[in-house]
């Protein structure tokens, strides 16, 4: 009988730790607002992928992009595509416009930019000439985007005229990070961005369009 009850202890003082260990963290929850939160994201540390934390966190009901340039909230996750999109509060919309800091991605971090549309804006004209390591950055065959968003009202916040010329406007697509991983908008000499998710169906209407950065995601195992 003894030798029965040294082995139940053995195999409790055994099992135990490793019950604690896999059991679901109470703290970690399934959304966060209205997002849907499922690996390899997590809301909080010890939540899903340790890759992703913490560049991916769930303060106060909000989701949030975490990068050495700033906390980017998170409108949207799409898990069929690896992709999600953010919605940095310093870049323009046709609602708002503003000067905008530089915004990044960290290198080491598991994200990387996706196929989002950028307008640098409030640039020293003309930006035709706008170069990066000498070679042209403009989209020249869509800068009709740029034409249609200087129509918004809010351009103002740019310190810049009701319909200001569009050779102030870039069309940055696809666009691309510097060796720090930023968008370095004092480099391009350009006042602020804004970044096109979708036209939707309304392409002359930028109230309409879907504003937004999309940044793509790479998960695996070692």
Known sequence: MENHLSFIFFLISFFAPWCCIFAINPACRTTCGSIDVKFPFGTGYGCGSPRFYPYVTCPKDQLLLNTHTGSYPITSISYTTSALTITPPSMSTCSSMQQSP?????????????????????????????????????????????????????????????????????????????????????????????????????????????????????????
Do not use: M
């Open 102 to 222: 530089n915004i990044g991605l960290d290198w080491a971090s598991p994200f990387e930019l996706g196929p989002s549309t950028f307008l640098l804006l409030s640039c020293t004209p003309p930006t035709s000439s706008l170069t990066v390591k000498g070679s042209p950055v403009c989209d020249t065959s869509s800068s009709h985007l740029c034409d249609s968003f200087y129509t918004c009202p809010s351009v103002i916040g740019l310190s810049l005229p009701f319909f200001p010329p569009s050779n102030t406007c870039c069309v940055y697509s696809p666009a691309n990070f510097n060796s720090k991983g930023e968008l370095d908008l004092r480099v391009l000499k350009c006042g602020g961005y804004t970044s096109i998710v979708s036209l939707e169906d309304f392409p002359t209407d930028p109230n309409q369009w879907q504003y937004g950065g999309r940044v793509g995601w790479e998960f695996w195992v070692a």
